[in-house]
């Protein structure tokens, strides 16, 4: 993975838009997408991956694309869990104190999540929300 | 009965008063200079030592609540994506869904899709001029631009029924409808008195220029490697914008400039903010004059089904956007609804990457000039 992203910034790539993430829970697999762009060509090239889902371990690309690199993998850590191998600043980015499963995979229901841990079915008001 | 040395000594353990000038100072996230977006400095004295940036306070999940959506109710959440420029973000979202789904639009929707997201840009930037203002602390400077930006937000109430929100007026398929009567008039109007905004800028003030020239510099090396894109990588001096290099819609038709600057001060990220907002001027007057006439949405869009299905695939879109490269990657596995949907916000590597390391070792008075100067929308980020 680390010698393709770098054989990539050589050709000129040496812009990282995103790294896109989609959870294939059927398939049992993450698929990691690098969006990369060419300011020398103008190219627009999109690199994946896809990793196991239980055990989601990939090489962080900091080296290659640096503290931009960063920014994106902290992300993409907290919303699917997938741990980069090499990123030492892994720290929540957007939630606080969040306790559940990783927010943004398939098997997180968030309806769920949010009736069994914010509302109360004795409460009147928030008694709608438990009628299917 | 203890000595004074004694004294002095357990007063030294005792440590009552800290005992370096150095501390922790927040600046936001309810801070009115700062929107909905937090940094963590550590400074010592006047100095910044290292920040933090700390974003989430306006997350809203968008991206995982578009997997719950259909297209047409995902083009009317693309708006808030971002506050200051909805209708880019409404443009983005619809040509990622066309591109998906093989659609071609109307040639006369293409044309008023690149009126309306120029007309965003340059209000857009009008804020960006506020902003910046009143981040030095030259608060006419803010009055002046938000008086200027009302006139735009009156059209865009005109033509999309919203000032702020158009409600997904660029929706997939087309545009939800089609100029009002005697609107071409209003505009070219409105584009007179935007230069009648440029007579008030302050651009030579020696006060004005003390605060933002040589200050907050990003060369170029840096402000690739961290990710930056559009007028702050403009402004660092690569001459790159999607407009021309990866041309949507039909801006391969007009004739403008990019605007570039060498020095990668907060001066010359300024002044490629006004010098865009002439040529987008430039960009509109070309778009009316060969405005085509006809509809502008696809038949099958004028009462979509709410099951339509969109094709497997997989695309990544992305738009000249005034804060950047802002992006859309959708993934479909033929279903009614997006499979994942994730927003690439160019202030997403602005505010964390670029502002930490542009907040090292500059002074307290400055971080809102910095902050502001990169053209940053804490609701991207947090989508």
């Given at each position: ?7 990539l ?19 049992k ?24 889902r ?47 499963p ?31 | 009965?203890k ?18 000038n150095?501390y ?9 200079g ?21 974003p ?8 995982k ?11 009317m ?53 506020g902003?910046?203002s009143?981040?030095?602390?030259f ?73 933002t ?42 004739n ?15 002044m ?6 002439k ?8 778009a ?42 959708i993934i ?52």
């Open positions: 993975m680390l010698d393709w992203a770098k054989w910034k050589y050709e000129g790539f040496i812009h990282l838009s995103a790294i896109s993430v989609s959870d294939w829970i059927e398939e697999k993450y698929k990691i997408a690098y969006l990369l762009w060419s300011f020398k060509d103008n190219v627009l090239l999109v690199l994946t991956a896809k990793i196991d239980e055990n989601p371990v990939i090489d962080s690309v900091i080296p290659v694309w640096g503290n931009n690199a960063q920014s994106h993998e902290r992300e993409n850590w907290e919303f699917f869990g997938i741990n980069f191998k090499g990123n030492s600043n892994l720290i929540p980015l957007f939630t606080e104190n969040w306790q559940g990783p927010p943004f995979r398939k098997d997180f229901n968030w309806q769920e999540y949010v009736r069994d841990k914010y509302y109360n079915k004795e409460n009147e008001r928030e008694r709608g929300y438990y009628e299917d | 009965m000595e004074r040395g004694d004294i002095m000594k357990i007063n030294q353990e005792m440590s009552v008063l800290p005992k370096s150095e922790d100072f927040y600046f936001g996230p309810c801070h009115p700062s929107g909905n977006f937090g940094v963590k400095l550590k400074v010592k004295g006047e100095k910044i030592i290292s920040a933090l940036s700390d989430g306070y306006l997350h809203r999940g968008f991206e609540l578009m997997e719950y959506r259909l297209p047409l109710q995902n083009a959440l693309s708006d808030r994506i971002c506050v200051f420029e909805s209708l880019a973000w409404n443009l983005v979202h619809a040509e990622a869904m066309e591109e998906l789904m093989d659609l071609e639009i109307p040639e006369r929707a293409k044309y008023i899709r690149v009126i309306m997201v120029e007309l965003s840009r340059i209000q857009s930037h009008l804020i960006w001029w902003v910046l009143a981040g030095i602390g608060d006419t400077g803010f009055k002046i631009a938000f008086g200027y930006r009302d006139y735009i937000l009156d059209l865009f109430a005109d033509i999309t029924g919203g000032r702020v929100y158009p409600a997904g007026y660029i929706c997939p398929g087309g545009l939800r409808r089609n100029f009002p009567m005697g609107i071409e008039e209003k505009i070219g109007k409105v584009l007179d008195k935007i230069y009648e905004a440029f007579k008030y800028i302050e651009t030579g003030n020696p006060t004005f220029l003390s605060r020239k040589g200050i907050g510099v990003l060369n170029l090396e840096k402000a690739i490697s961290l990710g930056a894109t559009g007028p702050v990588l403009r402004a660092s001096g690569l001459k790159t914008d999607i407009r021309k290099d990866d041309p949507y819609e039909v801006y391969n038709r007009f403008f400039e990019i605007p570039v600057r060498e020095e990668g001060d907060i001066y010359s990220r300024y490629i903010g006004l010098e865009e907002i040529e987008s001027v430039k960009i509109l007057k070309q009316f004059e060969d405005l085509p006439k006809g509809e502008v949405i696809l038949p099958k869009f004028k009462k979509p089904k709410l099951n339509m299905k969109i094709k497997e695939g997989e695309v990544y879109v992305h738009n000249e956007i005034a804060r950047g490269e802002g992006g859309m990657h479909s596995n033929g279903g009614i609804r997006p499979y994942r949907v994730k927003v690439r916000g160019p202030s997403f590597s602005h505010m964390i990457p670029v502002l930490e390391y542009l907040l090292q070792g500059a002074e307290i008075a400055d971080v809102p000039a910095i902050y502001w100067s990169l053209n940053v929308c804490p609701a991207d980020l947090d989508r």
